[in-house]
């Protein structure tokens, strides 16, 4: 009973009391009003934080892109030991540029965060391709060769991958058919005697149209090129782009279109946010790999209010500004060694968002986002097949105000009537303004300078 009590007042005590001193790269402890002593992990001790800059892996980088990929999730920590088979690749290339064809021992599902791609997926039977704008998803199956055109003459593209591997559980290689300065195509992987049966041509001239010899660059013609990402002329990439088709509305629920996230109705929206997504049971692609995607645009000055997700894992990518985020969980408390009794204690979870970075949210942790400024970020939801969003406050969908006043009474210290009274007073719901009104008031009053002086 009593251990029930403590997490729910906690969470209440986040949305009701004032920001709390954080120090930074530290594990300490700190008082807070309600007497409660909360432990808080920040900076590097935040192990569901992950710094773009720090965390990221680059496995390819010329002067047309860069290819990076994030830090194996279950080495971060053990709590996130369930996401061991999923990596957040990031690409970004310059325009009027093209990724070579490849294939990967994994399946990929892409979004584009900013600019236009021309996505190529080829099959034995044929070839699609797609015009994806930002926001737009598409599933490419494990061992599909494809092509990547950024085909703006003047905006970058810039993608998030999240790969699941097939071979291995962590472990996913790329397989590229042209040699480049930067690896080997992998036909060379092949003996002499099998490439020569198979394309029924002499070594010689199969080095030289595939390989490329040694030396070849000074003569001209057929050039090695750079490395994966190449730069391309106009008329290459209209050719290239002539047969693609843009994602539309009606092919939502289509078996291989792509996903426009963007182009619909969000899920919720008021004046300080709006939130588009779409769930498995909308989406076959989506159903497949089981996850749920998310966009969500915040106003700087809006609080996305505490919730937890009931059964899924939710890789967070900051796209665009900056944010506060809380995650709250719970770690086993280290005791004495004659205590026998397992004890957990609440764990606040801190960081300072900015472009780029990555935060994981585990399954029924809760969590609060403040935008401190203009926010966009893209969210993968994995396992996501009937998760619910429980909201701790607010008008809607909120999972506290469900519970029956004769429950609340010996819930919490006040009586029931008094609980209700407290969760009604947030008349919005989802997004909020991140300044408590009472306290825009009381600066009123004072006259002070808030932008909300009545
Ligand atoms: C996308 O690119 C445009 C133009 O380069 C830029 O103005 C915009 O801020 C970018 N948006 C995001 C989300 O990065
Ligand atoms: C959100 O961040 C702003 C700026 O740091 C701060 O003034 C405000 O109190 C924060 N609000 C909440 C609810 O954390």
Redesign the pocket.
């Known amino acids: 009973m009593v251990r029930a009590r403590i997490p729910l007042l906690l969470l209440l005590g986040i949305l009701f009391l004032a920001s709390l001193s954080v120090s930074f790269g530290i594990v300490h402890r700190e008082h807070h009003e309600s007497r409660e002593e909360v432990s808080v992990s920040s900076g590097k001790n935040n192990p569901f934080y992950f710094n773009s800059d720090r965390w990221f892996r680059t496995l390819y980088r010329n002067e047309w892109g860069h290819i990076r990929v994030l830090q194996r999730f279950d080495q971060r920590s053990k709590q996130m030991q369930n996401l061991e088979n999923y990596r957040v690749v990031e690409f970004k290339s310059k325009p009027n540029t093209l990724l070579l064809p490849h294939h990967a021992d994994a399946d990929f599902l892409l979004v584009v965060?900013?600019?236009t791609a021309v996505l190529t997926l080829v099959n034995p039977d044929g070839r699609d391709s797609y015009i994806l704008e930002q926001g737009d998803a598409q599933k490419i199956s494990a061992g599909t060769t494809f092509f990547l055109v950024n085909p703006d003459d003047n905006?970058n593209l810039r993608i998030i991958k999240l790969a699941v591997p097939v071979n291995n559980p962590h472990r996913f290689q790329d397989f590229f058919l042209s040699r480049t300065k930067a690896q080997q195509s992998y036909l060379q992987g092949f003996g002499k005697n099998i490439l020569e049966a198979s394309f029924d041509s002499d070594m010689k001239e199969i080095n030289r149209v595939l390989f490329g010899e040694e030396g070849q660059q000074q003569q001209g013609e057929e050039s090695q090129q750079e490395g994966v990402i190449v730069e391309l002329k106009r008329e290459q990439i209209r050719e290239m782009t002539k047969h693609a088709k843009s994602s539309s509305r009606k092919a939502l629920s289509s078996e291989d279109e792509p996903l426009n996230l963007r182009n619909r109705k969000p899920i919720y929206s008021n004046k300080l946010g709006r939130w588009f997504e779409i769930t498995p049971e909308k989406n076959p692609q989506l159903r497949d790999l089981d996850m749920f995607i998310s966009s969500v645009d915040m106003k700087e000055g809006g609080l996305l209010l505490p919730h937890y997700n009931s059964k899924a894992m939710v890789i967070l990518v900051i796209?665009?500004g900056e944010a506060n985020i809380e995650l709250v969980g719970q770690r086993e408390q280290q005791k004495q060694q004659e205590e026998q009794e397992e004890s957990w204690e609440v764990q606040r979870y801190r960081a300072e968002l900015s472009e780029d970075d990555v935060f994981i949210i585990p399954a029924t942790y809760p969590v609060a986002i403040n935008a401190t400024s203009n926010l966009?970020f893209f969210a993968f939801g994995i396992n996501a097949e009937n998760n619910q969003r429980n909201f701790l406050a607010g008008e809607k969908d909120n999972v506290i105000s469900e519970i029956p006043t004769e429950v609340l009474d010996v819930t919490f210290p006040a009586s029931g009537e008094k609980v209700k009274k407290l969760i009604k007073k947030q008349s919005e719901s989802q997004f909020v303004d991140a300044q408590p009104k009472q306290q825009q008031r009381e600066e009123a009053r004072k006259g002070g300078k808030g932008p909300f002086v009545y």
């Open positions: 965060l900013n600019g905006e796209n665009e966009n």
